[in-house]
């Protein structure tokens, strides 16, 4: 079963314009990473955030966590045309042998228009 | 630096056919791990290697078999290939433990016809 749902699962800007992307999940975590996947490629981690944290900065990315309410959402500012890709929030559950199991969203198509 | 090297990238198999997927890390890690992403269903954990010389089963491992070949490389084995199977297997790595990125091959493309 998929731990994370993202929403939106497509999501349409103007360049310079803020893209946010927002993760729901149901267990415990030990952290919440977010990988970016362009046409074809494999994913590429861009920011990993542990329970402990509320907010994380990389660059344009912002990211922040509640763990009371099991969600996290990413924020790219000032958009790009090379920012145009597929999203997916992983968790990485809390407790038992799972360490560096991640569990998977479905993930979110963001298209940057020029 | 080639990071993750996945091998082949396309292949298309007959149902009943048997094949192995290569995966391959130059990043010195422990974990070492098999994912098949099929559309609108994200990434899927096959199998994992927490460190060289074990493996576990992930979500979804019926019909795949792995090996753990030294730190380097890790295998993904389809005995006998389904058309359930076709799908887009990533290969990642990481260092060993919680609290670590993973990096990611490129992928094979699988079409089992």
């Known amino acids: 079963s998929q731990q994370g749902e993202e929403d939106p699962q497509a999501l349409s800007i103007q360049e310079g314009e803020n893209a946010t992307m927002n993760c729901s999940y149901k267990t415990s975590i030990n952290n919440l990473q977010w990988y970016r996947q362009n046409s074809g490629r494999g994913l590429v981690h861009l920011i990993l955030i542990r329970s402990n944290e509320r907010e994380k900065h990389s660059g344009r990315l912002r990211v922040t966590l509640d763990t009371s309410k099991k969600s996290s959402s990413l924020l790219i500012t000032a958009s790009r045309a090379a920012d145009t890709a597929s999203y997916f929030c992983a968790t990485d559950r809390r407790g038992g042998t799972s360490y560096g199991k991640l569990t998977f969203g479905q993930g979110t198509i963001l298209t940057v228009h020029p | 630096n080639a990071g993750v090297t996945q091998t082949p990238k396309f292949q298309v198999l007959k149902t009943g056919q048997s094949m192995t997927l290569q995966c391959a890390q130059d990043m010195n890690h422990n974990s070492m791990y098999w994912y098949r992403q099929d559309p609108g269903m994200g990434l899927r954990l096959i199998y994992y290697?927490?460190?060289?010389?074990?493996?576990d089963k992930g979500e979804v491992p019926n019909g795949y078999n792995v090996s753990r070949l030294n730190k380097r490389e890790f295998s993904l084995r389809l005995e006998s290939a389904a058309p359930s199977q076709t799908s887009v297997y990533f290969c990642?790595?990481?260092?060993?433990?919680?609290?670590?990125?993973?990096?990611f091959g490129d992928g094979t493309r699988l079409s089992i016809l």
């Open positions: 290697s927490a460190s060289e010389g074990t493996t």
């Open positions: 990642a790595s990481s260092e060993q433990g919680s609290n670590q990125p993973q990096h």
